[in-house]
């Protein structure tokens, strides 16, 4: 398959004659808009050169032959075909996973060797993070200084601290009434499934193929449809870094079809998913209806962000402004429901405005830039519904509301004041760059309200008082609760959540759990009475 470049060259200060003579010669993608090429643009070089399943460590095309466009958010243009897997090719993942578990070196290898396999991973993403952050961004429209600066470091981060657990991982001797000796072996499950969502794919990446290599698990791994692209390139790396051929396997494609078959595989023996609550509820029950496999789950939220009456206000509005609209607002734990303390309610208001009208959209390679494009066509179209949503029910659309721009998925950035808490937009998952400003005016008020969710993947808190902190942290019903920050991500600090938003944890050491078994081993001390 041919491979596309997003070229070095445009680098250059480009006037729209010079631009299209480089389309014309194929070696550039389109740009997001005229006005946008002629500043200065950050892109480094990229190829995508992985567009092929990757199966028993080969990049292979999919059994049907079938292929499906994958898109430039900032243009709807299709900047690649990429092998589309379905039942068979989940099949033939899951042999080459299940060879790799049973027979190959993986599981029997010893936890050095694992951990040294994982160390080298990371430095080669370490070395090619920068055509990686390219390859993010130009896949899914986030900011290039987001996934070049944050997401890419942390990828490799995250692959550094599981490389760290690899040796580390070991069972107890326990105590057991009776003549018997009594350990525990803490062994892998085996064939991991993992499906991951398009919002933050190299990351979702890591929180999952991390801790499931480390445990000495095999995988099939199936990429969400709007980005396939950086996972293959990184397994790539995974080659080059000495991983055996069929420990990880990367199946593309559609989740009601590869999705689905990796769910209700039955000799996958973990599944473990991030994206929508609704898609969650299927994989459940997929899993019970097919071999009763483990199931973690990392779905959706609502999350409340309380904004005390002692806290700095400046301080608050820039905090409450990055927790819902960094990522575009296409985050799972974003900020989504801001409630702020009736005294400061006011100015904090007129400044949560004043920062979003300040936002800086435009094409994600820009220097400079907060805000891209959301990432389809779909979710542009739910983002603009749920907005007329929040019209239609009274709260009051401060700034925003419309497409920005006449390309691509751009949204401006929305501040609705006056939410009630039965509103949509007060209830549901937006997924965009909407803020929703709520006025409360007692703590036990806030609690019930900020808690009275079908979600409760995370919470952020504002506040100087320490007895304050002290009772939200202990009443909110949440995986996290933030208390002045929020989207502190640690490769060590565990995520997950209550309620509708998911079962399990993930990141930390309470992600090791997930990928293992625990065996109990019994046997009697010498000289025992029927000996
Ligand atoms: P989704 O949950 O449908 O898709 C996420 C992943 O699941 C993708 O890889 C997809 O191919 C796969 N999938 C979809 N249907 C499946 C099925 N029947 N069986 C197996 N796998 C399946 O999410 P979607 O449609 O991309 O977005 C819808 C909403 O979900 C968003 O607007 C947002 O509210 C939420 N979402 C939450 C995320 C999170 O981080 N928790 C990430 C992405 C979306
Ligand atoms: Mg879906």
Not at 54 to 83: C, M, Q
Not at 99 to 104: L, M, S, Y
């Amino acid at each position: 398959m041919a491979a596309r470049r997003l070229s070095s060259l445009f680098s250059r200060s480009l006037t729209s004659g010079s631009a299209s003579k480089l389309l014309s010669q194929g070696r550039t993608v389109s740009r997001f808009s005229t006005a946008a090429a002629t500043e200065k643009l950050i892109t480094p070089s990229v190829d995508i050169e992985y567009t092929r399943l990757l199966i028993n460590g080969h990049f292979v095309d999919s059994a049907s032959g079938k292929t499906f466009p994958t898109y430039d958010p900032r243009t709807g243009e299709v900047i690649a075909h990429v092998a589309e897997g379905d039942a068979e090719d989940v099949n033939r993942a899951v042999a080459a996973a299940r060879k790799a578990f049973d027979e190959g070196p993986w599981p029997k290898m010893s936890a050095y060797e694992r951990s040294r396999i994982l160390l080298r991973f990371a430095d080669l993403v370490e070395k090619h993070s920068e055509e990686l952050a390219a390859l993010e961004t130009w896949n899914n429209g986030k900011p290039f200084e987001q996934a070049a600066k944050a997401e890419l470091p942390m990828f490799a981060r995250l692959f550094h601290y599981y490389a760290g657990w690899a040796d580390k991982i070991h069972g107890l001797t326990v105590p057991a009434d009776g003549p018997y000796h009594v350990h525990t072996l803490h062994e892998p499950i085996g064939v991991a499934g993992q499906i991951i969502p398009w919002n933050f794919p190299l990351l979702m990446f890591a929180w999952k193929v991390g801790p499931a290599l480390a445990c000495g698990n095999t995988i099939v791994l199936k990429t969400a449809e709007q980005t396939p692209l950086t996972a293959l390139y990184v397994a790539r790396l995974f080659q080059e870094a000495g991983l055996p051929p069929g420990v990880l396997n990367i199946v593309s494609g559609y989740g009601p079809t590869a999705g689905a078959a990796l769910a209700s595989h039955m000799d996958v023996d973990k599944i473990a998913f991030t994206g929508s609550t609704d898609t969650g509820k299927i994989i459940l029950e997929m899993a019970a209806k097919s071999n009763l496999k483990p199931v973690t789950l990392e779905l959706g939220g609502k999350s409340p962000f309380i904004i005390c009456e002692d806290a700095d206000i400046d301080q608050a509005v820039e905090l409450a402004h990055f927790a819902l609209f960094f990522n575009q607002g296409q985050c799972c734990c974003a900020g989504s429901r801001t409630y702020v303390h009736e005294r400061v309610y006011d100015e904090f208001l007129e400044k949560a405005k004043a920062r979003a009208l300040k936002r800086t959209v435009g094409d994600p390679f820009k220097k400079g830039i907060e805000q891209g494009p959301q990432i389809d066509s779909e979710q542009f179209q739910k983002v603009l519904r749920y907005i007329k949503s929040g019209i239609e029910s009274n709260a009051t659309l401060e700034c925003g509301g419309e497409r920005f721009g006449s390309k691509g998925y751009f949204i401006q950035p929305t501040v609705f004041s006056n939410v009630q808490d039965d509103m949509l937009i007060a209830q549901d998952e937006i997924f965009g760059p909407v803020q929703s400003i709520l006025k409360f005016k007692e703590l036990d008020e806030v609690i019930r309200r900020a808690n009275s969710t079908r979600y409760g993947l995370a919470a952020g808190v504002f506040t100087k008082n320490i007895n304050t902190a002290n009772t939200l942290t202990r009443a909110l019903r949440a995986g996290t609760v933030w208390v002045n920050c929020f989207d502190v991500f640690d490769a060590a600090i565990p995520f997950g959540g209550y309620k509708m938003s998911g079962i399990g944890r993930e990141k930390g050491i309470y992600s090791l759990h997930n990928y293992l078994q625990v065996k109990a081993v019994v046997t009697p001390l010498k000289n025992p009475a029927w000996l």
